[in-house]
């Protein structure tokens, strides 16, 4: 497998998700070990893009979101339904794309340096959610719907692959 997920220069944001999809898919192949697969996923995503911070929050039970693999620094470890914008993101089933946290009422700040962030739900075979994918940016309006298509592309390739 290549190791390496930095992207060459010069490419659009929809090229970058595009070429990172297309190594993606080879890190998934032939692993079963979810957290692995998660870790290396937020390992990955820092590398091609700089994310100040990128993880996942996984549903624990009906109430609360636990914080799973990530890059970055520590972080809530964990969520309740509902509330901030994972909790948000899976009670309503939806991406949220936040691009000022300080306009977001309820927004969680486990770092001050967090400005702006996008929180894409993971859903299995049967639409139930197991988890979200938690972006942060320390810049205000760092995500757009270039953004948000290519990481659903990104999270959709990880769940079919170990939900359906
Ligand atoms: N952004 C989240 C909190 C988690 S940390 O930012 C890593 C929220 O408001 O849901």
Known sequence: MEASFSLPTGLTKAQSYEQFLTDYRLLLEGETDLVAVLANT??????????????FYLV?????LSLGPFQGSVACSRIRHGRGVCGTAWAEERTILVPDVDA???HIACSSLS????????????????????????RLNSFDSDDQEGLESVVRALCQHFYE
């Open 115 to 138: 400005r702006s962030e996008i929180v894409i739900p993971l859903k299995d075979h049967y639409g139930h959610i197991r988890g979200v994918l938690d972006i942060d940016s320390d």
């Open 104 to 106: 977001f009422p309820g």
């Open 42 to 55: 937020a390992a990955a995503l820092r590398e091609a893009f700089g994310f100040f911070w990128v993880g």
């Open 60 to 64: 624990q039970d009906k109430q609360w």
